[in-house]
């Protein structure tokens, strides 16, 4: 069935480092690709998204592709601030466009 | 800028009883959802709503959940007799649109049953 899979966490780094979190989908058809972050305390917020295939969302520094090939969305960021430190979740919207599928989760933590 | 609010921020219930989770969606959105996170796991999806009906639900939303929209501001979902795998983490979320459009989350309501 439909699913997303997320590199697990967490993910600490210092800030500047580079950033990838990994996402691979397995979906029907050719969904939209979505990229939520939640910070403490906080609901989901879109971080970026991509519609169709080779298409690149950029939202804050961040980046991510859709690769219809390796059925992938992996999330990017050059340089890392302390501020970016919350919870990445990569997703899609199923065939019929109803609802999003999530993956796990990955946490973040930048530290100065 | 307008988002979407949750009431309350924690719920505890004992095991049976009956919750009613609120959620106002922003005001001119027309499609709105629940999902829930158990703690530790994946978000997942239970039940979309659209024209005062169910456009879709999971097999998560069985017979024990309902929705309503009552007053064409509130979203509710009540739990009819709560199990303790029924606690987690409830987001309501809502949209002007489907697929390509962004789904507006509410911060939560953490539903804890005893």
């Known amino acids: 069935g439909d699913s997303v899979t997320q590199m697990e966490g967490p993910v600490t780094l210092s800030e500047e480092a580079f950033l990838t979190i990994n996402c691979t989908y397995t979906?029907?058809?050719?969904?939209?690709l979505f990229w939520y972050v939640q910070y403490p305390g906080e609901g989901l917020q879109l971080l970026l998204k991509?519609?169709?295939?080779?298409d690149k969302g950029s939202n804050k520094g961040f980046e991510a592709t859709y690769r219809k090939e390796t059925t992938s969305f992996h999330l990017e960021k050059g340089s890392v601030q302390v501020s970016d430190s919350a919870v990445y979740f990569c997703?899609?919207?199923?065939?019929?466009?109803?609802?999003?599928?999530f993956g796990k989760g990955t946490t973040l933590s930048v530290s100065s | 800028e307008p988002e979407v609010t949750q009431t309350p921020s924690h719920q505890v219930t004992q095991m049976g009883q009956e919750v009613i989770l609120r959620c106002v969606p922003i005001?001119?959105?027309?499609?709105f959802y629940w999902y829930r996170q158990i703690l530790g796991q994946k978000v997942e999806f239970l039940v979309s709503?659209?024209?005062?009906?169910?456009?879709?639900k999971s097999e998560i939303f069985d017979d024990q959940f309902s929705v309503e929209r009552p007053d064409g501001s509130n979203f509710t979902l009540k739990i009819r007799s709560t199990k303790l795998e029924d606690s987690a983490m409830y987001f309501c979320?809502?949209?002007?649109?489907?697929?390509?459009?962004?789904?507006?989350f509410g911060p939560g309501t953490r539903l804890t049953v005893t």
């Open positions: 979320a809502s949209t002007r649109g489907q697929a390509n459009y962004e789904q507006y």
């Open positions: 979906a029907t058809g050719y969904p939209s």
């Open positions: 991509a519609t169709k295939a080779d």
């Open positions: 997703a899609f919207t199923n065939q019929a466009g109803t609802a999003l599928i």
């Open positions: 005001s001119n959105h027309l499609y």
């Open positions: 709503f659209y024209n005062n009906e169910i456009s879709e």
